[in-house]
């Protein structure tokens, strides 16, 4: 796969030039080895900045249309009190826990997955390096930017302490986990049963969460669904028409000989029968 490095010696001044092969590089064939170091620089971090703008414009259509999916909402009807309430139709913490994370984290596991391929099943530098690096950044420095973020004055709650807890305790087991498979278990190799078991911790994850986020943990039990948050008693724009049809029907029963005709007209008729 690669190559060590060789440094030619040239008067009293020491040269180095990387005479490392790579699955794309030289990208100019062995003759863009003698090119001026400066060039190289360049060349290289143009198509760097190059490459990070293609990965943000696909990772910025990609969580577009993930917002899209998981911002659908339906129409459910209470059993308790009959009353219809909007409400999504991806749960909250499932899409956080699945579309959202892959989203937000397809560029270093693609990275990771590509390094692993084409270097025989040998992990390198980059890959598990920048899966674990980008997940203590998002759990360290993320979290404390946000807390900085909130304005003097003002607080945020957590809104469902549950699954808040679940998930920072799987998060800080990965950890631990990892620890012990490439340390403890079997130092320095990653065993086929470790991966199928890190792999089956994932779903494990989204029941436990899933669980806390419909309140089995609690003493009430399952708790059904609660009017949506955006709502406050107006018709939602993304209304069909038939559930339009619907509520427009039940007015009309309901208020009927108080709706005045189209216009703000008075009906003659109406007011004698009234």
Known sequence: MSQPRKTFLTGDNMTFRCETDYMWLPAFGEDEKNWPNGLRIFLYVLGLFYCFLGVAVVSDVFMNAIERITSQKKRVKLKSTGKIVTQTVWNDTMANLTLMALGSSAPEILLSVIEIMSNEMYIGDLGSGTVVGSAAFNLLVISAVCVCAIPDGEVRYIKDMQVYCV????????????????????????????????????????????????????????????QDENFHGAIPPDVTKEELAEIEQSIREEYNHKISPAGGERDPEREVAE
Do not use: Q
């Open 167 to 226: 998930t920072a305790t799987f998060s800080i087991l990965a950890y631990v986990w990892l620890l012990l498979i490439l340390m403890v278990i079997s130092p320095d190799i990653c065993e086929l049963w470790e991966a199928v078991v890190t792999f089956l911790l994932f779903p494990v994850l989204l029941a436990i969460a899933f669980a806390a986020d419909k309140g089995y943990f609690s003493p009430g039990g399952d708790e059904e669904p609660k």
